[in-house]
């Protein structure tokens, strides 16, 4: 008989969602690699049986987690793009939102940006499907705002930049620090608007 999986059987009650609360701690500090379903099944406290029951595999806790965290911002980054606002304005909001919701989905959002090396195939290509929808939106709002501007750049390398700078953020940004998180976000999106030094002064030009 085939294992339950998470693609067809639907999750209720409080079990599941203590199992993927422990599990989302687990992969976050450990890996999915490092954590296994006796890991999760002891944190819980519960036999690795009852894990299989209503997930099927590790690889199905693991599903049960993307979905719950990627498809909420995911759908928030499709009504951003299709809101009429300026250009600056919508991708200001981008960015903002994304950064936001990293910091409120801390563990999560490690889990994906920092520790994907260690998914098996079949995450990794379902992980992608994300990163490819993100950067495509992001390319397409830098777009926008370089054409209403009348400036033309590589908008696929300036897309990845950006990203890179936003889940960086992980990385080094601490709530105990001394920049309130609006103070951070702030900043962050300035730096990705304007960057460090803006356009170079005419005289520079030539050396670009």
């Keep these: 008989m085939p294992k339950k999986s998470i693609i067809n059987r639907e999750l209720t009650g409080n079990t599941p969602k203590k ?84 910091d409120s989905h801390r563990k999560e959002s490690k889990i994906f940006t920092l520790r994907e090396e260690n998914f098996p195939k079949g995450n990794k290509n379902l992980n992608k499907r994300f990163q490819t929808e993100t950067l495509f939106i992001y390319r397409t709002e830098i777009e926008r705002l370089l054409s209403s501007m009348g400036r033309e750049e590589n908008c696929t390398i300036a897309a990845f930049n950006t990203l890179g700078v936003i889940i960086w953020f992980l990385r080094w940004y601490s709530p105990d620090g001394r920049c309130t998180l609006d103070e951070v976000i702030d900043s962050i999106i300035k730096f990705v608007l304007h960057g460090i030094i803006g356009n170079p002064p005419a005289d520079q030009q030539a050396l670009r």
């Design 19 to 102: 199992i993927i609360d422990v599990a989302i701690d687990l992969f976050s500090r450990k890996g999915f690699k490092g954590t296994s379903i006796r890991d999760i099944a002891a944190e819980v406290g519960m036999t690795t049986s009852n894990i299989y029951h209503y997930f099927g595999t590790k690889s199905g806790v693991l599903e049960a987690i993307e979905r719950q965290t990627l498809e909420p911002i995911m759908r928030e980054f499709r009504r951003i793009a299709a809101i009429d606002m300026p250009p600056l304005e919508r991708l200001s909001l981008l960015i903002r939102t994304h950064l936001t919701y990293m």
